[in-house]
């Protein structure tokens, strides 16, 4: 069955036009797995529950809105991804999708590593004790300073980005008298299929040095010459919130017929080949994403044919999920503010937050599911737009979606998929309040990162 790639919010590639919407769910208390956590249920009062704590007590106990991630789910999905890939591979969860203390030391017990891409990541993974040689640093426009914490950490590799770069941290290692681990990121030409600001390996945009015209094969001859550089691998990386596998073949072919070139002019065989991430999750009952063993399965049979072709000895695969981990895990819970019908249109509800803790959907137009959470109902469904509460047209949490027709102010709503670049994206705008995060597991609920207050806005508010 074909899969087709999909956009940051999912369908991008279809131009659908203004007002349209898929039907409504048949029973709209129903919640699908595809899209919620997996200990995400209903009680025996309608109520959603998740971690075994109904949305009524943690709304009680931590406010709204808030981000809820379900611990065990989180858990399960990197033990999944560890188990696909097995020893003969690593997997970097992508720390930019959602990082914070707890979630490292969670990577590191279910013996994931991890990719950072500022120096901020960096302490958090270093501070919550992540080991240095599990870490990849990537960004492409690493400061002095960020580097040379990074080398004088000792992180496993860091992803060159630029003939700068490839200078900066040769330099830098040498002066610290070491060599550092580091790997190419070369642009591919592949675009998956992607929304324009996140399809990121054609030529025309600031990720990585591009195949085309030489470039990528002229940085290895720059980074096989400098002393302060162990160059073990080539990394790619070719969209986000992709389905289909067949950008990643074409992208594998020509990572592989540059390791065969490099192989035939400098007689070495760079022993890891990563694949960057990207991969797909459910936002709506439509997405069809693929399990880790059917990734890991693709992947492995492709890079291992090409190498077959080229005569190359297969290298090591590394491949960075981040999405694909921590986005299914949590939701976010509103409390419905004011329903504002329009007739002939939609409905209007307004939540407690808004852009300030989502920002994709009016960043990329992405698409979300939503639901009545503090109860159930039977009343008929109705088209409704959620949005926030701050001061532009386009604060919109989720553009078209169906919601019961009796929901009113005081209900609890709750949109999942929202633990990746919900929290991280975050913003103060209109000098909101970013939410906290709270991890949810076996009755218990704790809080991870604190919701912001008052005091620390003006704390930075120096006069």
């Known amino acids: 069955m074909s899969r087709s790639a999909h956009p940051a919010g999912p369908r991008h590639a279809d131009v659908l036009p203004e007002g349209h919407y898929s039907a409504p769910a048949t ?6 797995p595809k899209v919620w956590s997996r200990t995400v249920t209903r009680d025996a009062d309608g109520a959603l529950t998740v971690g075994g704590i109904a949305v009524a007590r943690l709304a009680e106990e931590f406010g709204t809105p808030a981000y809820f991630l379900d611990e065990a789910d989180f858990r399960a999905r990197c033990r ?7 020893t003969e591979a690593d997997v970097f969860y992508a720390g930019k999708a959602f990082l914070s203390r707890a979630v490292v030391r969670w990577l590191k ?9 500022s120096g901020g990541e960096l302490a958090t993974a270093l501070d919550a004790g992540m080991p240095a040689e599990r870490i990849a640093f990537h960004g492409n426009n690493k400061t002095v300073a960020e580097i040379e914490r990074a080398v004088e950490a000792g992180v496993g590799r860091i992803v060159l980005d630029s003939f700068q770069e490839i200078a900066r941290v040769a330099h830098t290692a040498q002066r610290l008298g070491t060599r550092q681990r580091v790997q190419i990121r070369v642009t591919v030409g592949v675009e998956a299929h992607t929304h324009e600001f996140i399809a990121t390996a054609h030529e025309d945009q600031k990720f990585g040095i591009a195949l085309a015209g030489g470039q990528a094969a002229e940085a290895v001859r720059r980074a096989l010459t400098l002393d302060g550089l162990e160059l073990v691998g080539i990394h790619s990386h070719i969209g986000s919130q992709i389905f289909d596998m067949a950008g990643f073949e074409v992208s594998a072919r020509r990572v592989v017929q540059l390791l065969a070139q490099i192989r035939d002019e400098h007689g070495v065989e760079l022993p890891e080949i990563d694949l ?4 797909g999750i459910a936002y709506t009952s439509d997405d069809d994403p693929r399990e880790p063993h059917e990734i890991a399965k693709a992947l492995g049979a492709i890079v291992t044919r090409e190498c077959e072709a080229a005569g190359l000895r297969t290298p090591r695969i590394s491949v960075e999920p981040g999405r694909a981990i921590v ?4 939701f ?9 019908p329009l007739e002939g249109l939609r409905t209007y509800v307004s939540v407690d937050g808004g852009m300030s803790d989502n920002i994709r959907t009016a960043l990329y137009d992405a698409e979300y599911s939503v639901a009545l959470v503090s109860r159930t109902s039977d009343a008929e469904p109705m088209l409704v737009r959620v949005v926030g509460k701050h ?8 553009k078209d979606a169906f919601l019961p027709s009796d929901l009113a102010p005081g209900d609890l709503i709750a949109v999942p998929a929202t633990g990746a670049y ?15 995060v709270v991890a949810v597991r076996d009755g218990q609920a704790r809080v991870i990162v604190r919701r912001e207050t008052e005091e620390d806005l003006l704390r930075l508010d120096v006069g």
């Open 27 to 32: 029973d709209l208390n129903e919640l699908d």
């Open 80 to 86: 999944a991804w560890a188990d696909a890939f097995g």
């Open 109 to 117: 017990e279910e013996g994931l590593n991890l990719d950072v891409c």
């Open 276 to 279: 960057g991430g990207g991969l």
């Open 327 to 330: 986005g299914p895990t949590a």
């Open 332 to 340: 976010t819970l509103y409390e419905v503010g004011t329903v504002k």
């Open 391 to 398: 001061c532009e047209s386009g604060d919109i949490v989720v």
């Open 422 to 436: 919900c929290r991280s994206m975050a913003s103060n705008y209109n000098h909101a309040l970013r939410p906290p």
